[in-house]
């Protein structure tokens, strides 16, 4: 599913009928003030795309009865935000997972949190008492655990030289090093996509998603992260997956959450392109 709404009003739609749900054109009318044929006109172009699908006649509300819409019930997104640090309780990686229009959290409210999935075994020791967990190898706290690391044993000049400022190292200071070609930082960074990669691919096999935002407050990991994420991405899931699946960078800030992330995708998709 790669449908775009075509403009603002679309996409406020859209929007709308992930918020509240099943809708009737009338009511959604009101909502964002278009006339009854501008929304029409709107209403009918999202149904040609296939964001949204008839949902039977609404209650009337005095004359004749206005037909409901809702989002497709099939439209599925995957939202990965990677901690910038690890604030969030002790998740350095968290996923939000938007099914059917609605955020999934699943039975116990754990849904996403694939921090803690395998990627090495025998792997680092994990906060949560495994091994090789996704988050002890790649994770806000990892990538500054593995810089300072890389600064104490002498690989990166530039690691060092922050490390000596500012006492301690952050996430941020390897994607300002790696943005200022630090081959170290980017080493890092090109192999925490690719771990992150691995959990994704499962993902994107288990869950066929149509589109994959990965954000995080780390702007700097962008584009090197991406490219590593996705070759592994590619490379690992079925070409039937992954045929048509963006795998895009969000603009998630450092405070976002999983949860966030999923609206963020799903604001992200329901945005004109
Ligand atoms: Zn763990």
Redesign the pocket.
């Known amino acids: 599913m790669t449908a775009r709404p075509e403009n603002t009003h679309q996409g406020r739609l859209l929007r709308l009928l992930r918020d509240n749900g099943s809708n009737s054109r009338a009511q959604l009318g009101d909502l964002v003030d278009l006339s009854r044929s501008k929304l029409a006109v709107e209403v009918d172009r999202l149904l040609e795309t296939g964001l949204v699908v008839a949902d039977g006649l609404a209650p009337s509300r005095g004359g004749r009865r206005s037909h409901n819409i809702r989002l497709t019930p099939t439209l599925r997104f995957l939202g990965v935000d990677i901690g910038a640090t690890c604030v969030k309780i002790g998740t350095g990686i968290g996923c939000g997972i938007v099914a059917g229009g609605a955020v999934h959290r699943g039975v116990t409210g754990s849904a996403g949190d694939i921090?803690?999935i395998?990627v090495e075994p025998d792997g680092r020791a994990?906060?949560?008492?495994?091994?090789?967990?996704?988050?002890?190898h790649f994770s806000g706290a990892a990538l500054a655990g593995d810089a300072e690391q890389a600064a104490c044993e002498g690989r990166s000049a530039q690691l060092a030289a922050r490390l000596e400022t500012a006492g301690r190292l952050t996430a941020e200071d390897v994607s300002a090093a790696a943005a200022a070609g630090d081959p170290v930082a980017l080493e890092l960074i090109r192999e925490g996509g690719m771990r992150l990669g691995q959990v994704i691919a499962g993902l994107v096999s288990f869950f066929n998603p149509g589109l994959v935002v990965i954000g995080g407050g780390v702007t700097g990991l962008g584009h090197t992260l991406l490219a590593s994420v996705r070759t592994q991405v590619y490379r690992q899931s079925l070409p039937l997956a992954t045929g048509n699946l963006p795998i895009v960078l969000g603009e998630l800030g450092p405070a976002a959450g999983a949860i966030g992330a999923a609206r963020l995708i799903s604001d992200h998709v329901f945005s004109p392109a």
Do not use: K, M, P, T
């Open positions: 921090g803690h395998q994990c906060v949560c008492g495994n091994r090789g967990c996704l988050e002890a």
